[in-house]
T-cell receptor, first 112, second 113 residues
Framework: GQQLNQSPQSMFIQEGEDVSMNCTSSSIFNTWLWYKQDPGEGPVLLIALYKAGELTSNGRLTAQFGITRKDSFLNISASIPSDVGIYFCAVEGTSGTYKYIFGTGTRLKVLA | EPEVTQTPSHQVTQMGQEVILRCVPISNHLYFYWYRQILGQKVEFLVSFYNNEISEKSEIFDDQFSVERPDGSNFTLKIRSTKLEDSAMYFC???????????FGPGTRLTVL
């Protein structure tokens, strides 16, 4: 089935460092999204990407939709303790479907 | 800012019992969804709903599951006879239309004993 692989699975970083994570697929998708999930909460939308090559920022977050439409990365600059959580990429399923397919997640821990 | 709300936040039930999970989607949204997340795993799609009918469902969404929009604001997920493996977080989501981003609620943690 369709699968999104995220790397790294988890990471510890020092406060103030920049973070980079990515999401890859063996299939082409036309919409890529990044969500953050805090413990016991629902996913919160961070950035949505609709065009191959698109680079979009939201505050300290920057995400890019890969040219091949098979990958995306998310960067967080100058991390702070509240960046802790699980970051999921998601794609809109192939044409004719309504569902989102979620990645395996990257767990981020920030050391103060 | 409008948000999706879900009740209850935590539901504990005995195996074989029926449960109804409730959601209030964002008011001007027309598409509604349920997703499930087993502890420590990724979020998985269950069902989408539009215009008072199911538009798509996954293989997880078997005959034990049903959805309903009983009035103009609520959207419910019913599990007819719960199994141990139904224990998970259940997230409701809504979107303005099919091509807009889906916004998720805080989830209901279902524990089946």
């Amino acid at each position: 089935g369709q699968q999104l692989n995220q790397s790294p699975q988890s990471m510890f970083i020092q406060e103030g460092e920049d973070v980079s994570m990515n999401c890859t697929s063996s299939s082409i998708f036309n919409t890529w999204l990044w969500y953050k999930q805090d413990p016991g909460e629902g996913p919160v939308l961070l950035i949505a990407l609709y065009k191959a090559g698109e680079l979009t920022s939201n505050g300290r977050l920057t995400a890019q939709f890969g040219i091949t439409r098979k990958d995306s990365f998310l960067n967080i600059s100058a991390s702070i303790p509240s960046d802790v959580g699980i970051y999921f990429c998601a794609v809109e399923g192939t044409s004719g479907t309504y569902k989102y397919i979620f990645g395996t997640g990257t767990r981020l821990k920030v050391l103060a | 800012e409008p948000e999706v709300t879900q009740t209850p936040s935590h539901q504990v039930t005995q195996m074989g019992q029926e449960v109804i999970l409730r959601c209030v989607p964002i008011s001007n949204h027309l598409y509604f969804y349920w997703y499930r997340q087993i502890l420590g795993q990724k979020v998985e799609f269950l069902v989408s709903f539009y215009n008072n009918e199911i538009s798509e469902k996954s293989e997880i969404f078997d005959d034990q599951f049903s959805v309903e929009r009983p009035d103009g604001s609520n959207f419910t997920l019913k599990i007819r006879s719960t199994k141990l493996e139904d224990s998970a977080m259940y997230f409701c989501a809504s979107s303005e239309d099919r091509y807009n981003e889906q916004f998720f609620g805080p989830g209901t943690r279902l524990t089946v004993l």
